[in-house]
């Protein structure tokens, strides 16, 4: 086990978020999702150590449109097709965010790597 130092924020869709992904493929009411459908798709982004919950409102103030657009990103690339306002509002209404102060590495076989990608990558 290895002490990362990162600390971490997991960021889960709300039902408005739901709600928005299914206004992108028109179903039959029963084909739709429902929040439970995407709860466990949550993304883990490793974050600068927070000590404070100030440091903290502030780190998601400066990067609060990168983890919105990497959301959205996931489940429609065509960005024509996102909501028309892009901005905090909209990150505070489709995402609910949780912050752990502290990330551990469990594999001990495997060393911790780290890859870049561009921004229009898939992840």
């Known amino acids: 086990m290895k002490l990362v130092n990162r600390s971490a924020l997991s960021v889960t869709p709300t039902q408005a978020f739901v709600d928005w992904i299914n206004l992108l493929e028109?179903?039959?009411?029963?084909?739709?999702?429902?929040?439970?459908?995407?709860e466990h798709e949550s993304t883990i982004y490793l974050i600068p150590e927070m000590d404070s919950e100030a440091a903290l409102r502030s780190y998601i103030d400066d990067r609060y449109l990168d983890i919105l657009e990497n959301e959205l990103q996931a489940w429609e690339g065509d960005e024509r097709l996102w909501p028309d306002e892009v901005d905090r509002a909209l990150f505070d209404r489709f995402l609910q965010i949780e912050h752990s102060y502290l990330a551990v590495d469990l594999d001990d076989e495997e060393t911790l790597e780290a890859a870049e990608f561009a921004d229009d990558d898939d992840i």
């Not at 028109?26 to 995407?38: C, F, Q, R, S, Y």
Request: proline share 0%; charged share 30%.
């Open 26 to 38: 028109a179903t039959a009411g029963e084909d739709d999702l429902i929040l439970a459908d995407v």
